[in-house]
């Protein structure tokens, strides 16, 4: 395994409202390495995506720390794409893309082209100049992800970003995603309720549990690429792992999507 771009050592978040305090995450280690594309899954309220929001700076620990390697020159950190587009009403599609890379001192020539870059690799390089409202749901989340690419950067975060499509964009966008990942290399880490998808797509699927979360088990999926969605080697692991979750979630009261 290469050496690990970011690593967790016993992380833990809470939050005080109204006097009382709330635990959301405890006592979390863990390693991803370069290139790897690991799946957390988890039920709703788990810390999922606190912990997304942690790696992203967004949130700030209470206990542990975060290391995350640094980008090389060129490069972002991270990029983080949400559930929903999340896409500027007001900007055409190539400059909803190239809206990341606005701070930066590129020449505005530069933007665009790396946008347009970003378009080709999610298959939207002919929509560039519609706007979000004529894109489909679909389409419109390939959007995102171009404008996280389109930063470059080291690591690619996604919090659930398939959730809200129907079953055949949504197979469709995993498979993209799989090529993409492929040709770049990226580092990803995966927010997901579906642990078939998790399976389908990850290396290595780690699953959080408890109130407050705790990592409660990690299984590699070593099963080589191109996978069959519905083959039988990916349907064992997926059914281990939700055997593996299926008493604390029955003991919490989680209501796991399986």
Known sequence: MNAPVISIRGLG????????????LRGLDLDVAAGEFVAIVGASGVGKSTLLRVLMGLAT????????????????????????????????????????????RMPRDERMSRAARALAHVGLRDLADRWPHQLSGGQRQRVSLA???????????????????????????????????????????????????????ANRIVALGGKPGELKSTRVVDVARPRLRGSLALAEIAHAIKAAISAEAAANRDDWVI
């Not at 978040?13 to 959301?24: I, P, Y």
């Not at 390697?69 to 190239?98: E, H, M, Y």
Request: net charge negative; charged share 25%; hydrophobic share 45%.
């Open 13 to 24: 978040l809470s939050f005080e409202r109204d006097g009382e305090k709330t635990e959301v």
């Open 61 to 104: 620990p209470s206990t542990g720390s975060v290391d995350i390697k640094p980008a090389t020159s060129g490069q972002s950190p991270l990029a983080l794409v949400f559930q929903d587009a999340r896409l500027l009403p007001w900007r055409r599609v190539i400059a909803n893309v190239a809206f990341g890379l606005e701070k930066s």
């Open 147 to 201: 404008r996280a690419l389109a930063v470059d950067p080291a690591i690619l975060l996604m919090d659930e970003p398939f959730s809200a499509l129907d079953v055949a964009t949504r197979e469709t966008l995993q498979d993209e995603l799989i090529r993409i990942q492929s040709e770049t290399g990226k580092t990803i880490v995966f927010v997901t309720h579906d642990i078939d998808e998790a399976a389908y797509l």
